[in-house]
């Protein structure tokens, strides 16, 4: 069965691009023939976010202490800097992006109410597994900000075939180099920004002819 590249990788990677805490991890696993063939169960290392012990993944060691929406951002996280006639939109920095805040931090996780922790996970798979096949793991991922594990995708290597991943993103590559330029288009300026630089650039004229 031939993976599907770009579901895997927007699940991936779109709660990263949009400002949230992804749960869902990838690893690859390499194989050889004969094991892709028989069907095998092996060990993955990795990384992941789990519930912080020290305060239960409450983020405060005081159980009276509830998170409560970022002031600043207003709970959603995210904030908006006007820089001339643009609007350039980042994570918020009191709330790292979280869109809440909390008064006691645990001294732990430091409030986030989960912490990075290694882990060994057995993956089983199956005979007549395919390169490039992908696995999904269900409840191997990271924690997320609702206390719900999320998935682990294995990606299977078998021999020494190249990796289709590679391909994919070169071709991507390739297509984006074929798209014609980009026009920028810039918002059309207020009435009351085109009167005040006409006013500036009459008191600038107005000033030169005085010195002279």
């Not at 031939?2 to 390499?30: E, I, W």
């Not at 820089?83 to 909390?102: D, L, P, W």
Request: charged share 15%; glycine share 10%.
């Amino acid at each position: 069965m031939p993976p599907d590249l770009n579901a895997l990788f927007g699940d991936l990677f779109g709660q990263f691009f949009s400002g949230t805490f992804a749960a869902n991890l990838s690893v690859d696993l390499a194989l050889s023939d004969a094991e892709a063939a028989s069907g095998v169960t092996r060990e993955v290392a990795i990384h992941r976010q789990r519930t912080c012990a020290d305060c239960a993944g409450r983020g405060s060691q005081n159980p009276a202490v509830t998170r409560a929406a970022c002031a600043p951002c207003k709970g959603t996280g995210k904030r908006e800097v006007t820089q001339g006639f643009f609007t350039v939109q980042s994570a918020c920095a009191s709330c790292r992006g979280a869109g809440m805040t909390i008064a006691e931090p645990c001294a732990t996780c430091d409030g986030a109410g989960r912490v990075s922790a290694a882990a060994t996970v057995s993956v089983v798979v199956p005979a007549s597994a395919e390169h490039g096949q992908i696995l999904t793991v269900e409840g191997e991922g990271s924690v997320g900000a609702d206390g719900t594990a999320g998935v682990l995708y294995v990606y299977l290597l078998v021999g020494d075939r190249p990796d289709s991943r590679a391909e994919a993103f070169q071709a991507q590559l390739a297509a984006m180099a074929s798209l014609p330029p980009a026009v920028i288009h810039r918002p059309p300026m207020p009435t009351w920004q085109v009167a005040l630089i006409g006013i500036v650039a009459l008191a600038l004229f107005g000033a030169l002819l005085v010195l002279r």
